[in-house]
C-alpha cells in the first residue's frame, strides 16, 4: 500500500473527495495506513493535517450524513 499512501500524499488522489465514501477512503489511507506502514516514526503522523482537513471539510459540505 506504500505507492498508494504516496500517492495521497503527493495529492494524486484528491479527486476522491468528491464523493462522502471515495472521501473517507483517501481519509483512511492517509490516516490509517500511514500509522501502521511507518510505526514508530513521526512519518506515521506526516499526513495528519491533510487527512483532518479532509474530515473537516468534509462534515462542513455534508459528507458527514452519508448513509
Known sequence: FIPLLEQAAR????????????????????DQFSRTIYKGTAQAFAQDLKARTLTLEGIDIGHGSCT
Open 11 to 30: 495529492g494524486e488522489l484528491d479527486s476522491w473527495s468528491s464523493t462522502p465514501q471515495s472521501r473517507l477512503a483517501l481519509i483512511i489511507v492517509l
